[in-house]
């Protein structure tokens, strides 16, 4: 079993302890105040999420096809000092989008982030990259305000 097998493996066991019995805990004080009735809001994210990670944990699991596998594991020194320049890379942007997102609001800055992220990495041409960067922070932004009314931070100028 590899390494990345392992990772989903534990996981996956993670998101059903934390889905059978952290999030019923949770759950049960949704009924506060004077009104008994169901709320999709917050509530129900801790599902959505749990259930996210299960998914994506199992998905892990499956036989990789079509996937290149590196001839050797660790490679040479200037691969890794690469690797271990775009992930310090990485955590700066990821730094940069939380302050960012307080100064110029989500979406403005998901858009900046994401458009960073294809830029650096390259990992798909900028006719692919350009929808993507667009339309995923309008599709969180829209899920996490209208289905879990879970506001985010706006811009100011808008």
Known sequence: ??????????????????????????????????AQFYSVGPTALPYFAGGLVLLFSL????????????????????DRGRMAGRAILFILLAGAFSGGMLVIGFLPAAILFLLAIFALYRGVRWGVALPIALLVPLGVDLLLRKIFYI????APFL
């Open 59 to 78: 998905l892990t699991l499956l036989p990789e096809r079509g996937m290149v596998q590196p001839a050797e594991q660790g490679g040479d020194g200037e």
């Open 1 to 34: 079993m590899t390494g990345g097998r392992t990772v989903g493996l534990v996981c996956a066991a993670a998101s059903i302890l934390f889905l059978t019995v952290l999030v019923p805990g949770i759950d049960a004080d949704r009924f506060t105040g004077g």
């Open 151 to 154: 506001p985010l931070p706006t």
